[in-house]
């Protein structure tokens, strides 16, 4: 009886520890996942503040992006979306990619950045000067060698001259595919147009240097090395900019339209 008791005691015992082990586990789960949540959420602010040139070290993140007015738009004519309809504070525009309910699967013709299905809104980022449009922040993202990779346009306010760019997430290889987040690579990006005289999207990554002058006002430099990375970048840039992409969006407000918004 005495060695059955203990045995009782010693099941109850490790059972105890275990329904505690895995309170602790569980707790501690929920608090890293709201701290890595909010550590991405800054990153993310970070990356956008970057790409529109107005990031400034040792600022904090969020008081900086406070003066960034996000906003949703419609992706198939370019019109915003009203707040009240979508909150922009709310809104995830990669889980609505996921949903038969918010996008669309692209045909194979379509889909230049590999995606699979496109989404019905997208969620810019207009930043301003005394109510003056200056830039315009794009979200872009498209299939690179090994990974899709995520980052961000900023447009000057003629919406054609590229203010800036940021990429934040991928999986592209190191020193090679990988040199996308490289701020001197990403420099070369500004003042270069993203519309050619036909309106149509033409800036792309270019083997090698891009030449100087209006030869090049189109072309960005090469990385060596990263071939099928940087094919993935121009085939993003083709579509993101196209019809299917922001065209519809930038057309309807290159006049000054934004500056009423």
């Not at 004519?77 to 996008?103: C, M, Y």
């Not at 699967?105 to 207009?126: M, N, P, T, V």
């Not at 003629?158 to 690579?185: C, K, M, Q, S």
Request: with cysteine; charged share 25%.
């Amino acid at each position: 009886m005495a060695d059955r008791e203990n045995s009782f005691r010693s099941f109850y015992t490790v059972l105890l520890l275990a329904l505690v082990c895995s309170a602790l586990v569980s707790g501690a789960a929920v608090g890293l996942r709201e701290r890595q949540e909010a550590n991405q959420r800054i990153d993310q602010q970070k990356n956008i503040l970057q790409a529109a040139g107005i990031y400034q070290a040792g600022v904090d993140v969020e008081q900086l992006f406070a003066g960034v007015e996000a906003r949703i738009i419609r992706l198939r004519d370019g019109s915003f979306v009203p707040p009240e309809k979508i909150d922009p504070g709310q809104f995830d525009q990669l889980k609505t990619a996921l949903k038969p309910q918010t996008s669309r699967e692209l045909s194979r013709q379509e889909d230049l950045a590999g995606l699979g299905r496109l989404e019905e809104y997208a969620l810019i980022y207009l930043v301003r000067e005394n109510g003056r449009l200056q830039k315009v922040v794009l979200p872009i993202r498209g299939r690179g060698a090994w990974s899709t990779m995520h980052g961000y346009v900023a447009l000057a306010a003629d919406l054609n001259t590229v203010a800036g760019a940021t990429f934040y997430r991928h999986g592209e290889t190191p020193g090679l595919g990988g040199e996308i987040e490289n701020p001197g690579w990403l420099a070369a990006w500004r003042g270069k147009q993203v519309y050619d005289r036909r309106d149509q999207p033409a800036l792309r990554v270019v083997k090698g240097d891009a030449p100087p002058g209006e030869e090049g006002r189109h072309q960005i430099d090469g990385i060596s090395g990263a071939t099928m990375t940087l094919k993935g970048v121009s085939n993003l840039l083709e579509f993101w900019f196209g019809e299917h992409g922001f065209k519809p969006f930038l057309e309807r407000y290159r006049e000054g339209g934004l500056d009423d918004e």
